[in-house]
């Protein structure tokens, strides 16, 4: 039996109200999908996405709970991400493709849920959250700035939806982030492959959290404002 998601831990760092849902094993994306594993009656669910995303592991883990099968798809390396060793650890099946563009392992991962039977889930867990937004809204705040990294968007929207007063600022880590109505989109200004360092008292991660919270204190917050940290 999956245990009961609690609401986000929220703490305050240089002035900065940060939502640490970093600490919940498999990261904000958990919420996301175990809305999706409880919402149907397969048996297997497929993921495609980078060896550095820390959603391979918040299927894995949510799978795993509920006696389900992962099955994830992710680009060739010599030797796997931590995230990718971390989300086989929870039993999921992973799947390398030698050419590992994202669209490559969409359509490869497509193809084997097709022949299957398996659950495809879309990238990112899909357009909005509704898991995301009620976890937002059980904090009780009203932020008048809300950051956050972006790269399918799913994050952001639900995050909106959550606080639709609030500005939002979405710092694009992927190549293709979808349009978000209503937020304001910065450049990571490097590639999502290149991870990057910041200087924070909790945990970031290089490829996502790290670039949105540098942009972040690079521009100057503007009072009552607040950064979602997906994942350390």
Same mark, same amino acid.
């Given at each position: ?11 305050t760092h240089q002035g900065i109200q940060v939502v640490r849902d ?107 959250? &509704? ?22 968007? &799913? ?57 949105a919270w540098s942009k972040l204190r690079a521009d100057g917050q ?11």
């Open positions: 039996m999956l245990n009961p998601i609690t609401s986000p831990k929220i703490e970093d600490l919940l094993p498999g990261s904000s994306k958990a919420r996301i999908f175990k809305e999706t594993l409880n919402a149907s009656n397969a048996d297997e669910f497929v993921y495609a996405g980078p060896g550095f995303g820390a959603a391979q592991i918040a299927l894995a883990a949510v799978a795993y709970q509920l006696c389900k099968q992962a099955t994830l798809f992710v680009s060739w390396r010599s030797e796997r991400t931590r995230y990718t060793k971390e989300a086989e650890s929870y039993g999921a099946k992973i799947i390398e493709v030698r050419s590992g563009y994202l669209s490559v392992l969409q359509s490869r991962a497509r193809a084997y849920a097709d022949e299957t039977g398996a659950v495809l889930i879309p990238f990112g867990g899909g357009t909005q959250s &509704t898991a995301i937004t009620q976890a937002a809204r059980s904090l009780d705040i009203k932020p008048r700035h809300v950051w956050c990294a972006g790269e399918s968007g &799913t994050l952001a929207r639900s995050l909106k939806a959550a606080w639709p007063d609030a500005q939002l600022h979405v710092v694009k880590v992927g190549k293709d982030l979808p349009e978000i109505s209503g937020a304001r989109i910065y450049d990571a200004g490097c590639a999502f492959s290149k991870p990057v360092t910041a200087k924070a008292d909790f945990p970031l991660h290089p490829n996502y959290e790290a670039k503007c009072g009552n404002t607040l950064f979602w940290n997906v994942r350390g």
